[in-house]
């Protein structure tokens, strides 16, 4: 009996004191932020602390972390301070930021480091808003590092490394890495091409399009081909570019690229085969021809993709204003028409 008055004393107290303290506590917290007294996590302590829990409590943390990773610390009040003093205040408050978001990263990637998120989603955090591109490729580095055959942070990193501090061999590096995963796809290898290309590279550009058009899968052969297409096509631009530099004029033809040292020797008759130079502009019909069945597939889909939402086939005049997909050049004197999803030629 005494312990049944006990509880349903207690229980009551309880409430009216968590209540009655929520104010107090609340502004304790917030003057604790004001001070600048967040915890920074210490990465042994917290595998000790986890112990066999490290990816729930990874989790945990990592959660809690969030809403304060973006909130700077709130700085006291800077009205009585001299301008040295303040400019003092605030080195210290981007010290104590930086020190916390180290830890806070350090602590959640050695709880967990198969906790890919953290490591983009700090890198972008780190990257676009602290401006601190090191640490942003220092943290995408980490990652790579702890997990190897992740291709998107394979991609980040590499493109990082490109972006923050121009380094095409650094972002080439990571992408060759990612080139010999059985998972990588063709947005990959696309852009490990493009830094080839601009890095005048020109044979491993084009023969790691050579193997995919030996697929028996037809998809894959035309994409293959598309590729190579498109790779051919920024070597050549790349080669008119430098021809012009030198003379002082674009090249009236084709025929005038060959034979100085604009493009590898070795693949300078891949490259040129059968393309032609139209407005000073190299083109090839047959990508020209792959090009605009990608595109008819891509506005297909889409338009499929429309009717399951609103229920009927979109208007022509939705589709060329639709920022999700564009519509390839049609032949002189014909259009474009959507008939039950299958976009076909017409005469005008």
Request: with cysteine; hydrophobic share 40%; net charge neutral.
């Amino acid at each position: 009996m005494e312990t049944r008055f006990l509880i349903l004393f207690l229980v009551p107290l309880s409430f009216a004191a968590t209540i009655g303290l929520r104010g107090p506590l609340g502004r304790a917290n917030e003057e604790r932020r004001r001070c600048e007294l967040r915890y920074t996590p210490v990465p042994g302590l917290m595998k000790v602390v986890a112990g066999a829990h490290r990816s729930t409590v990874a989790d945990w943390f990592w959660l809690n972390a969030l809403p304060n990773i973006a909130p700077s610390f709130p700085a006291p009040s800077q009205e009585r301070l001299s301008p040295v003093e303040r400019d003092k205040l605030e080195q210290e408050r981007k010290a104590a930021r930086k020190r916390w978001l180290d830890g806070v990263f350090a602590a959640v990637t050695s709880l967990d480091p198969a906790f890919t998120t953290v490591y983009r989603y700090g890198a972008t955090f780190l990257g676009f808003l602290e401006e601190d591109h090191q640490a942003a490729i220092d943290l995408l580095e980490l990652g790579v590092h702890n997990n190897p055959d992740d291709l998107l942070l394979r991609l980040d990193v590499a493109w990082s490394h490109y972006q923050y501090r121009k380094d095409r061999n650094k972002a080439i590096e990571h992408l060759e890495v990612a080139a010999r995963n059985p998972g990588c796809d063709a947005f990959i290898l696309r852009l490990l091409s493009w830094f080839r290309v601009n890095e005048r590279d020109d044979v491993p550009a084009i023969l790691q399009w050579t193997e995919w058009l030996e697929s028996p899968n037809k998809a894959v052969r035309d994409k293959a081909e598309w590729c190579l297409g498109k790779t051919r096509l920024e070597i050549a631009s790349r080669a008119i570019g430098e021809f012009e530099k030198k003379t002082g004029h674009k090249p009236s033809s084709i025929a005038e690229l060959r034979g100085k040292g604009l493009i590898d020797s070795e693949v300078e008759n891949v490259v040129l085969l059968s393309m032609e130079l139209i407005d000073g502009r190299p083109r090839l019909g047959r990508y020209d021809e792959l090009h605009r069945a990608r595109s008819v597939d891509i506005v297909e889909r889409w338009a499929r993709l429309y009717r399951e939402e609103n229920g009927r086939w979109p208007t022509m005049q939705e589709i060329e204003s639709s920022r999700m997909v564009t519509l390839p050049r049609a032949p002189e004197r014909m259009r474009y028409e959507l008939v039950d999803g299958r976009l076909v030629l017409k005469s005008r």
